[in-house]
């Protein structure tokens, strides 16, 4: 059996990582860290949450999908005591991205590292169509 997929690769790091790849109606992402466009790492997770769902918007829009294509979500964080005491002002910053109370899976990891010791957050998502 043959599998078809649409790759998209894009960034700093293009020749070692791809962004996300469409495989029939299923979408995955590639985590997406808190880091801007221009490359700057916010100081505070809620900044890098928002950092990190624009990044995600990105990438889905080259596959011509949206948020509402989002059916799980996985956060990968460095800081769980960090993370918890601002689960409000994140979940602020994650349904302002989706534009509504996202309705996703959802898991939280810590991990004791991300690709920059500045990063605090990257987050992988599956999406449909």
Do not use: H, W
Request: aromatic share 10%; charged share 25%; net charge negative.
């Amino acid at each position: 059996m043959s599998i078809e997929k649409k790759l998209f690769r894009a960034g700093p790091y293009a020749d070692f990582f791809s962004q996300g790849v469409r495989v029939g109606d299923s979408l995955y992402l590639a985590g997406q860290v808190g880091m801007t466009e221009a490359g700057e790492i916010p100081s505070d997770l809620p900044s890098q949450v928002e950092a990190a769902y624009k990044n995600i918007a990105a990438v889905l829009f080259e596959f011509g999908a949206t948020m509402d294509n989002i059916v799980d979500e996985t956060f990968f964080v460095t800081d769980m005591k960090d993370c918890m005491r601002q689960v409000p002002a994140i979940f602020e910053t994650r349904e302002a991205a989706y534009g509504k109370k996202p309705e996703v899976a959802q898991t939280l990891i810590g991990v004791s590292a991300l690709v920059d010791p500045g990063l605090k957050v990257e987050i992988k998502i599956i999406a449909k169509f």
